[in-house]
């Protein structure tokens, strides 16, 4: 009978380990976006799905509700079930207006944080955080002894049930779970959360002085970075479906070798970023030849338009609702800023965080 062959072991696999994808680093260097925003003049011909308060009155769609004229300067939120949630400027006097059969809710705090679907709030008081539902009823507190620094918690966003907040004035971020209480480290410091794609975006340390500044886009459940974009750029928003980052070019402090040759800011008040690719898609800036001054605050709904709050060289605002050719429309008409003799003076429109 033939011998048995000795059973034959295959050699070692010699295929290479794939090699991680690299981080693009990507530069924002002043050069022209594919559109510039082209402010329009005349009566109201649109209207926008970011509901604003003007004047004591919010305005939601064809919707109004009047919540008085003492208010001014401050922020607004659209809660479920017919809430909103209005926090007076820094009065610290932040008010749940719920329907009529039920009384106005008052938290105090210094700021306040909302979920994008309005379910959380989060109200910040000297580095404790308070979470409540949207009815203005209190869940669980975060405080300022549990961080171990100096200055308590800083809430960035909301995901979910999750509240994503950083330690103190430098530290890292954490991950605090109003259900169950749980508090998980974040190893980056966020500037903002977006709850529809689950990113943050990390920004450079205040604290620590640069020549350059660059942002980066991170994804939280894996901590991937998906890219850096250097370039003198203060990301204020992401778009309602996180498709796109809202900036301003305008930063008071940029070193020399962010600003143009002549000292110019290389960006207006308005940066439109496609979160995809970290380009810039468009940008708005002042026209002094139309009198028009650099937008001064917006918010990008999903259906892809933005709501821009437009200066003048007056001194008055108008509300304008803008696609991402730059083309506009008219939302509601100017009006006078409060105290328009002095720049802290307030602008009449303020538009939902949410």
């Known amino acids: 009978m033939p011998t048995p062959s000795a059973p034959v072991t295959p050699p070692p696999s010699?295929?290479?380990?794939?090699?991680?994808?690299?981080?693009?680093?990507?530069?924002?260097?002043?050069?022209?976006?594919?559109?510039?925003?082209?402010?329009?003049?005349?009566?109201?011909?649109?209207?926008?799905?970011?509901?604003?308060?003007?004047?004591?009155?919010?305005?939601?769609?064809?919707?109004?509700?009047?919540?008085?004229?003492s208010i001014s300067g401050g922020s607004l939120w659209d809660l479920p079930g017919g809430r909103w949630l209005v926090a007076?400027?820094?009065?610290?006097?932040?008010?749940?207006?719920?329907?009529?059969?039920?009384?106005?809710?008052?938290l105090r705090?210094?700021?306040?944080?909302?979920?994008?679907?309005g379910n959380l709030i989060v109200v910040e008081t000297r580095g404790t955080l308070r979470a409540y539902e949207a009815g203005g009823i209190l869940i669980r507190t975060l405080p300022a002894?549990?961080?171990d620094c100096a200055a308590g918690f800083e809430a960035v966003g909301v995901?979910?049930?999750v509240v994503y907040a950083n330690r103190g004035s430098g530290g890292d971020a954490v991950a605090w779970d109003v259900l169950d209480g749980n508090i998980t480290p974040v190893p980056h410091r966020l500037a903002l959360v977006d709850a529809a794609t689950g990113t943050a975006l990390v920004a450079p340390d205040p604290n620590t002085p640069s020549a350059r500044t660059c942002n980066a886009l991170v994804d939280l459940a894996?901590?991937?970075?998906?890219?850096?974009?250097?370039?003198?750029?203060?990301?204020?928003?992401?778009s309602a479906d996180g498709r796109y980052l809202l900036a301003t070019g305008e930063i008071d402090g940029l070193a020399d070798s962010e600003l143009n040759p002549d000292r110019t800011f290389r960006y207006g008040g308005l940066v439109v970023v496609r979160t995809s690719d970290a380009a810039v898609v468009l940008e708005g800036r002042g026209d002094p030849a139309t009198g028009i001054d650099s937008p001064v605050s917006?918010?990008?709904?999903?259906?892809?338009?933005?709501?821009?709050?437009?200066?003048?060289?007056?001194?008055?605002?108008?509300l304008q609702r803008c696609n991402l050719n730059g083309v506009c429309q008219v939302v509601a008409p100017a009006r006078p800023r409060d105290q328009v003799d002095i720049p802290e003076g307030e602008d009449p429109y303020f538009l939902a965080g949410n």
């Open 298 to 318: 917006y918010r990008m709904g999903s259906d892809g338009t933005v709501t821009v709050q437009v200066g003048a060289a007056a001194g008055s605002r108008a």
């Open 159 to 161: 995901i979910d049930r």
């Open 145 to 147: 002894s549990a961080c």
């Open 222 to 238: 894996s901590d991937r970075t998906l890219w850096r974009l250097c370039g003198p750029l203060l990301f204020r928003s992401f």
């Open 109 to 117: 705090g210094d700021t306040v944080t909302v979920a994008g679907d």
């Open 88 to 106: 007076q400027g820094e009065t610290g006097v932040v008010r749940v207006l719920q329907p009529l059969d039920l009384a106005t809710v008052r």
């Open 14 to 69: 010699t295929a290479p380990t794939p090699a991680p994808t690299p981080t693009p680093t990507l530069t924002a260097d002043g050069s022209p976006a594919p559109a510039d925003l082209r402010p329009a003049t005349g009566d109201p011909t649109a209207t926008t799905e970011i509901p604003y308060l003007v004047d004591g009155v919010i305005h939601d769609g064809s919707r109004t509700l009047t919540v008085g004229r």
